[in-house]
């Protein structure tokens, strides 16, 4: 490598050069550290400059043969005994030295540009606030400044334009410096994103507005509609009054590619509301809600007229009246349809499915208060294609919606069903014996069952023997979720939950035996309240412990089931979102969380209070929080929350993962289920419900 700079002359550069070494010798005579050449890389993160690359080299070359040569820390007699005035632990900081200017050359300082925006980009897409981290981004060096600021693609997402109850809360007072700070973040990102097509939210709520934020946020959208010849992604929510005022866009809209358009009117304005964006070349995904604030006329049927669309949500809605939600896959032609039908479900149902090519459609969402589509679902309806089947019935008796209606679509659809959620009804397969046989048969490839109590019979069909060389009638099942629905009591319960048959099914699906054809099956069971899962918790346990467990919840119990409810919260949707913006609601989750861990980190583990924190899982939750950012944690760095967490988890998980031969079933997030933990069993304690 031609280490001289470019027009400097040779003798100048030898001379230069001459001067270091001697000055690198005169260090070594007096067995003294080299210092750094370069001091002022190692207090910022710019690019070294060509004549520091030169001095960094020369730097290297020299300390390199030294790192091996000099006496290790650890051989402090051997040092001694060769070099007596020599330090002995000069090798490891040579090292350490020779390692970090190294850095200053190929580091992360000197990844190219093309690279850093790259990592830019998908550093703000997982961002909860896209404009803070880009300043942070800003704020690290200058090279990542000067990066940044000339990246038309990140500022390309404009910062979101909204005005609904909660910014009205937030602001208060202080609306118009808002508005301002709002109005100037715009503007400049409209200036640095150059031609880049723009991505951007603007929602306003007429219903919670004044005329003086009206005429602001009327401001901001004529900046938008001075753009609109860059818009690329649209989220648009509004008022049909205001969106008349955009009606000078129509036929500006080249390069807009995906619109999401919610309209609040008194009228059926699908066609009006469709006009303003129907000349657009490029558009492929588009998302319609017409919110009916009076009236209780049926949404019209309306024509598109983009021939390119890959993707149409409809979501019209009137008050109390049906709706209808399509999703295409934007790589397939498969459609995903969810129904409500409040009233005059059939002919709601038929009309809106007639609309689509029958094979195309691979999942759909029925429900429905009244039983008038039923018979188009049990004599009518046939969808080959389908994989995904959600019905939800609250209020439809067993005997008006059974398993016999289920069996007749499937059989005449003669589609492979890969998920079926049942709610209401009182029980789907209950009311004929081997009807839920019957059912597997017909969805082989069935891999997650969301239903009510089973009978004995279907779940001793569910049972898995190890042992025998026969799979399963559904091998792939790996999620079973059973919910015990309103019509069952704390009395009434006892009576209809078969605890021997679900611990054997249980037990059978989790110790497969290492068959590779057969999934490993997760079995929760749910209730409407937090009574009924606990009796049905200490059920299922007492059969398995063959001894009674106390029912009675202890004033500990009570203790850390608050600790769980806390707990599952770290990083959700509290702690991040526009709650962050609010110092004070940071600071008081943030001391919260510092008081709750101060308190676990002083509770003692007894042994009697093991099988407490297994039955809440506390394992698995502290690992969710030892998982989580910090920046998704209020305060964190402040109380050391995320180290804390982390000890938390070392000190309470290895005695809880030793799980004790008796305790099978823990409470999961919130309460609000159970679910089965397995545990190496041997295939002979594996035995087959009665």
Not at 159 to 180: A, C, E, I
Not at 599 to 608: A, H, N, R, T, V
Not at 662 to 687: E, K, L, M, N, S
Request: net charge neutral; aromatic share 8%.
């Amino acid at each position: 490598m031609n280490l001289i700079p470019k027009f400097e002359p040779r003798r100048r550069w030898t001379a230069r050069r001459a001067a270091r070494k001697a000055d690198l010798g005169q260090h070594l005579a007096n067995h003294e550290l080299i210092p750094s050449p370069v001091p002022r890389l190692l207090q910022c993160n710019d690019s070294p400059t060509e004549e520091e690359k030169e001095m960094i080299l020369e730097y290297v070359a020299t300390i390199e043969p030294m790192c091996w040569q000099l006496p290790d820390s650890f051989s402090l007699t051997t040092a001694l005994r060769h070099e007596p005035g020599l330090p002995h632990h000069y090798s490891q900081l040579y090292r350490d030295s020779l390692r970090l200017h190294r850095s200053l050359i190929t580091g992360i300082r000197n990844i190219p540009g093309e690279v850093l925006d790259i990592i830019f980009h998908s550093a703000l897409q997982i961002a909860d606030d896209r404009y803070q981290q880009l300043i942070r981004i800003m704020q690290t060096c200058k090279r990542w400044w000067i990066s940044a600021h000339g990246s038309p693609r990140l500022w390309s997402t404009l910062p979101k334009m909204v005005w609904d109850v909660h910014t009205s809360n937030r602001v208060g007072r202080h609306g118009h410096k808002v508005f301002d700070l709002l109005k100037r973040a715009v503007l400049r990102h409209l200036a640095q994103s150059g031609n880049y097509p723009l991505t951007f939210v603007f929602h306003y709520d007429f219903q919670i507005s004044n005329h003086v934020v009206e005429v602001k946020y009327q401001e901001l959208l004529g900046i938008m509609m001075s753009q609109c010849h860059r818009w690329g992604h649209a989220d648009l929510m509004m008022s049909l009054t205001m969106l008349e005022t955009t009606s000078i866009i129509t036929g500006k809209l080249p390069l807009l590619r995906s619109l999401s358009l919610s309209v609040s009117t008194t009228r059926n304005s699908e066609h009006e509301a469709i006009y303003f964006f129907a000349a657009c070349p490029s558009l492929e995904h588009v998302s319609l809600t017409i919110n009916h604030t009076m009236g209780q006329q049926e949404p019209p049927d309306i024509v598109l007229p983009w021939r390119q669309l890959t993707t149409f949500n409809d979501h019209r809605r009137n008050i109390g009246r049906s709706w209808t939600f399509i999703k295409g896959d934007p790589n397939s032609q498969n459609l995903s349809c969810r129904i409500f039908a409040a009233l005059d479900s059939q002919s709601h149902m038929d009309h809106q499915l007639s609309r689509h090519s029958a094979s195309r459609i691979t999942m759909l969402d029925i429900g429905s208060p009244n039983i008038s589509c039923i018979p188009l679902i049990s004599d009518t309806l046939t969808l080959p294609s389908l994989t995904v089947l959600h019905l939800n019935f609250p209020g439809v008796g067993a005997d008006e919606l059974s398993s016999t209606h289920l069996l007749s679509f499937v059989r005449r659809s003669r589609c492979s069903l890969k998920s079926l959620r049942f709610t209401g009804g009182g029980g789907l397969f209950r009311e004929q014996l081997g009807a839920f046989s019957q059912f597997l048969l017909l969805s082989d490839e069935l891999e997650e069952l969301h239903c009510d109590l089973l009978p004995p019979d279907a779940l001793r069909t569910l049972f898995f023997d190890p042992r025998s060389g026969e799979p399963p009638p559904v091998p792939r099942l790996r999620r079973l979720s059973i919910y015990i629905n309103l019509t069952m009591s704390l009395k009434t319960l006892p009576s209809h939950l078969d605890c021997a048959a679900l611990n054997a099914v249980a037990k059978s699906r989790s110790n497969i035996g290492g068959r590779a054809e057969v999934a490993w099956l997760r079995l929760e069971i749910r209730a409407w309240n937090l009574a009924m899962t606990q009796t049905a918790f200490h059920l299922l346990e007492n059969d398995l412990a063959g001894s009674p467990v106390p029912v009675e919840t202890s004033i500990r119990e009570k203790v850390v089931k608050g600790w769980i409810d806390q707990l599952y919260n770290v990083g959700g949707i509290s702690f991040s979102g526009t709650d962050r913006i609010s110092p004070s609601y940071h600071k008081q989750e943030g001391r919260r969380l510092n008081e709750l861990i101060a308190e676990m980190e002083l509770y003692p583990i007894p042994d009697s209070d093991l099988a407490l924190l297994r039955k809440y899982d506390m394992a698995a939750v502290l690992t969710h929080c030892a998982s989580v950012e910090a920046s998704r944690i209020p305060c964190a760095s402040l109380y050391n929350l995320p180290s804390r967490f982390k000890s938390l988890k070392d000190r309470l998980c290895p005695p809880l993962l030793e799980r004790d031969g008796q305790r099978h079933w823990a409470f999961g997030g919130g309460g609000d289920g159970i679910f089965y933990v397995p545990r190496i069993t041997p295939p002979d304690d594996i035995v087959e419900p009665a």
